[in-house]
C-alpha cells in the first residue's frame, strides 16, 4: 500500500489565565487530546502518524467501494439486459406452442412429427419383414443348391448306367467304351 508521507504534529499546549480557555486548537484531534492527557510527544507524534494513514486507507477503501458500487450498477443493468433478452425468448418460444381446447400443449408441427414417426415405425416393421423374407429366401436357395448337388449325383448315376444300359444293347462288352 502506498503510505501517505509523514505529519509533523505540533503539540499545542494550554494555559489558563484567569479561568479556562476560550481558544481552540489547533491540528489534529490527538493533538488535542494529548493537551489534556499527559503523554510523551513521541508518542503522540506517532499516534498522529498512524491515525493520518488509517485517514488515508479509510479514503482508499471509500474509493475501492465506490469503483465495486459502479462495477455492481453495471452488473445489475447488464444483468437486466441479459433478463429482457432471457424474456423475449420465452415469449418468442411461448409464440410458437399452441394450446389446445383439452390443455395440452403441442409444438407447432406436432401433428407432422407423429405423422413422421408412424411412417418411420411403418417403414421400420416393413424393412423387418423383408428382411425375414430375404433370410427365407436365403434358406430355400442353400436347400435347393444342397438339392443340385444331390440331383447332380444321381444324373451322373444314371448317366453312367444309360451307358451300361447302351453298351449291352450294342452287345459289347460293359467294362469297355
Known sequence: PVMPPRATVT???TYEVGGP???TSVG???TTMASIVATQPQMI???CV???TLEYRHGELVKKMVKVSDAKVADSS???E???EIETRVQQVESRVDTYPSNQIAVPRHDVIVGLSQQIQTLQTTLHGAEL???QLRTRVAEMDSREGILMSYMLWMEERLTVLEKRLLGLPSGTQ
Open 78 to 80: 447488464a444483468v437486466g
Open 11 to 13: 503539540v499545542l499546549s
Open 45 to 47: 507524534d506517532d499516534l
Open 82 to 84: 441479459g433478463l429482457e
Open 21 to 23: 480557555s476560550t481558544a
Open 133 to 135: 423374407q430375404n433370410q
Open 50 to 52: 498512524r491515525m493520518s
Open 28 to 30: 489534529h484531534t490527538l
